[in-house]
């Protein structure tokens, strides 16, 4: 049964970047798709992108088109996603998940990313 | 960018109860590449639903969808007290999107 466990939380300054983890155990990693979705508090879910490991091709949602970069390494089985120029507005869970068929199925335990001066 | 607009905003039952979920698309979703998924407080998203109609692995046959198009419906038959938690669709066509969600609360 496949597992995605991600790094823990962090606390980032406005302007600064994060990079969040997301390493896959008990299954095949390369073949299926990681998606990166977000959720602020109180509000609802949002797709930011995906990459499909064993082609290193990722697509992004329009609206952080410049400002993520969501990376592989087929090696560690561990997908990355970095978020950078942060603002308040970026302080959200941020979940990744194994897509099959571009449904996700397995979902990572989510990273709490906090944007504060 | 397809919008999915989910309705009601909140549903208010009691158990035992049928609910029924909509979810409309701005423009028709290709090949009903349309998912359900059941999210409780502090937990992430669970998969019910994809390709509009088929259930995930291990999910109740109490829960099923429908639609194609731009109109889908999630059905619960009747609901357990386990299953009051908010719902969202997701359209998972070449750029994903997500509906607002529907909470189902108990009455």
């Known amino acids: 049964q496949v597992q995605l466990v991600q790094s823990g939380a962090e606390v980032k300054k406005p302007g600064s970047s994060v990079k969040v983890s997301c390493k896959a155990s008990?299954?095949?990693?390369?073949?299926?798709?990681i998606s990166w979705v977000r959720q602020a508090p109180g509000q609802g879910l949002e797709w930011m992108g995906r990459?499909?490991?064993?082609?290193?091709?990722?697509n992004y949602a329009q609206k952080f088109q410049g400002r993520v970069t969501i990376t592989a390494d087929k090696s560690t089985s561990t997908a990355y996603m970095e978020l950078s120029s942060l603002r308040s507005e970026d302080t959200a869970v941020y979940y990744c998940?194994?897509?099959?068929?571009?449904?996700?199925?397995?979902w990572g335990q989510g990273t709490l990313v906090t944007v504060s001066s | 960018e397809i919008v999915l607009t989910q309705s009601p905003g909140t549903l208010s039952l009691s158990p035992g109860e049928r609910a029924t979920l909509s979810c409309r698309a701005s423009?028709?979703?290709?090949?009903?590449?349309l998912a359900w998924y059941q999210q409780k407080p502090g937990q992430a998203p669970r998969l019910l639903i994809y390709?509009?109609?088929s259930r995930a692995t291990g999910i109740p046959d109490r829960f099923s969808g429908s639609g194609s198009g731009t109109d889908f419906t999630l059905t619960i038959s009747r609901l357990e007290p386990e299953d009051f938690a908010v719902y969202y669709c997701?359209?998972?066509?070449?750029?994903?999107?997500f509906g607002q969600g529907t909470k189902v609360e108990i009455k």
């Open positions: 998940a194994r897509a099959e068929s571009g449904y996700n199925v397995v």
């Open positions: 008990g299954g095949t990693f390369s073949s299926y798709a």
């Open positions: 990459i499909i490991p064993i082609l290193g091709i990722a």
């Open positions: 423009q028709s979703v290709s090949s009903s590449y």
């Open positions: 390709g509009a109609s």
């Open positions: 997701q359209q998972y066509g070449s750029s994903p999107t």
